[in-house]
Each structure stands twice: as C-alpha cells, then as structure tokens.
T-cell receptor
C-alpha cells in the first residue's frame, strides 16, 4: 500500500531555533498534503493544506509566518517551525490522499518536536 | 513492532443496520486510542479512550476499549447514509503515534 514517511522522527531543539520537518510520499505522487499537530491525549488538529506549485492554505488561528510550508515536489512537503518555543512542542503529522477516487488518507508516522 | 489493525477493511450495509468496527493494536507504553471519521480532508474526532471497560457514547455512536485484549470497537446503530466514511483508529504511545489503515463504511439507502 501507499507509504508516507516523515523525517526526523524526533527532534529536540533550543528555544528560538527553527526546525524543518519533511513529509514524503514514497510510492505515489501527492499534489496535496496535510499537516496536523497533536498534543498528548488530544485529537489531531489540521494546521494547513500544502499544495504543490502554489501557496499553502492555513487553518484559522495558525500563523503562516511561524509555520512555513513548502511543497517542493509531487512527493515532498516540508514544514518549518520558525523561532520555536516550548509551547510548540508537539507531534507534527502529515498525510497525503491516495490516487484512487476514494481519496483514502495515508498518514506519516509523525515527528515529535521538543523545544527546550 | 508497534501496529494497529482495523477490520473489516471495507463494509457495505443498508440504512438502518447496526455496524461494529474493530481496532486491535500492539504498542509500547499505550497512552490512548482515538477514533476518527474521515470524509474529506481532515479526520473528524469521535472518541478518545484511555481506560478499559468504560463506554463512550455520542448519539448513535459508541466505543469501548479493552486494554487486556488490546482492542477497541466502534458501534454505529441505526446507520444513515451520512455515516458513509472511512473510520480511522489511532494509538498514542509514549513515543509514537500509529494509525490503522481505516475501515471504509458504505451505507446504502
């Protein structure tokens, strides 16, 4: 089946630094990818829709200057958390819809960000 | 290896029927199990389960967790065509998140 990978799996950084998270569709192309964040014991929260060849669409309340999204190719989207602070510590998860008409979402394994 | 297996993969029933969706898991340091309904782009949160044997209920939907046998079920009674969706099970471990492959539910009128 379709696979979505994320890199890194886990990152620890100092407050004020920027962190880049990659999301790759390994055996299919994705013109759209979705980025979520999830705090422990809470639901997924959609942050933005990443669109290949155009600007990302952000959900209400998500700062686009803080969470930079670049859909560099049909298999890669990146999320950069700029000037990270401890409150940004969370799981960040991406997903990509499959190519079938049914539009199954394939989820990456998540990236755990810890900001000290 | 951590994994989440949902069954069945696909289910087609008639409106008014009751369905039971299954999620079994193996995960290190289990924290919680979540059920979502996936229709369009973002999954819609349904339930979060952390304790065994306590049923969570919302309208026609209910869910329960068995931490001894490592599974959860999602029940939908008196199904409606609007229940047609993919239902996702997610496990939160101490270090990892794992999604099941989803159950595609189709409700025919």
């Amino acid at each position: 089946g379709a696979v979505v990978s994320q890199h890194p799996s886990w990152v620890i950084c100092k407050s004020g630094t920027s962190v880049k998270i990659e999301c790759r569709s390994l055996d299919f192309q994705a013109t759209t990818m979705f980025w979520y964040r999830q705090f422990p014991k809470q639901s997924l929260m959609l942050m933005a829709t990443s669109n290949e060849g155009s600007k990302a669409t952000y959900e209400q309340g998500v700062e686009k200057d803080k969470f930079l999204i670049n859909h560099a190719s049909l298999t890669l989207s990146t999320l950069t958390v700029t000037s990270a602070h401890p409150e940004d510590s969370s799981f960040y998860i991406c997903s990509a819809p499959g190519m079938s008409a049914v539009k199954t979402q394939y989820f990456g394994p998540g990236t755990r960000l810890t900001v000290l | 290896e951590d994994k989440v297996v949902q069954s069945p993969l696909s289910l087609v029933v008639h409106e008014g029927d009751t369905v039971t969706l299954n999620c079994s898991y193996e995960v290190t340091n289990f924290r919680s199990l979540l059920w979502y309904k996936q229709e369009k782009k973002a999954p819609t949160f349904l339930f979060m389960l952390t304790s065994s044997g306590i049923e969570k209920k919302s309208g026609r939907l209910s869910s329960i967790l068995d931490k001894k046998e490592l599974f959860s079920i999602l029940n939908i009674t008196a199904t409606q065509t609007g229940d047609s969706a993919i239902y996702l099970c997610q496990i939160q471990g101490a270090q990892k998140l794992v999604f099941g492959q989803g159950t595609r539910l189709t409700i025919n009128p």
